[in-house]
């Protein structure tokens, strides 16, 4: 329940639950579990779609539905290499984090706008393509923005263990 709890947090103060994993002991584990959880949920969120796809074109559901894991699996060293980039920027302008925390920042940010992306994808499996699926995806993705930017300045240009 605490994984809700924060991410429900994170959408009124975003900096001070990245502080909160920050304060934590430093743990890849936990790094990747997040950022793994996030795309579960990004999954999940992809079915009513899926199944709408499937219904409509009668193509079975299970092809588009393995398409759509490998693809997502294909991200996780994208999002590493985003990480890594977003890290390299802020060292930049100044940033004394490490590639960890800017790694926290990332994968909380995904897995905190993650129930947005259920929206969509309910949104798009019940009403299909349209202007209401590109309004919420467009608040998904600022929502996501949102939470990573405050992550970042957190783990990138807040000095200290919390």
């Not at 709890?5 to 920050?22: E, N």
């Not at 004394?96 to 909380?108: E, S």
């Amino acid at each position: 329940m605490a994984a809700v709890d924060d991410i429900l947090q994170s959408y009124r103060a975003p900096r001070k639950v990245v502080r909160g994993f920050l304060a934590r002991t430093r743990s890849e584990p936990r790094a990747l579990s997040i950022l793994l959880a996030a795309l579960i949920v990004v999954f999940v969120a992809q079915w009513p779609r899926l199944s709408r796809q499937a219904f409509e074109t009668d193509v079975p559901m299970a092809g588009p539905m393995m398409g759509t894991a490998l693809a997502l699996g294909a991200t996780i060293p994208i999002f590493y290499l985003l990480a890594a980039l977003a890290h390299v920027i802020c060292k930049m302008f100044g940033g004394t984090g490490t590639f960890y925390r800017a790694r926290i920042a990332l994968f909380w940010a995904l897995l905190a706008s993650a129930p947005l992306a259920l929206l969509q994808g309910l949104t798009a499996g019940f009403i299909g393509q349209g202007p209401q699926v590109t309004i919420v995806g467009c608040l998904t993705f600022a929502a996501f923005i949102l939470i990573w930017l405050a992550g970042i300045r957190v783990a990138e240009f807040e000095t200290g263990d919390a």
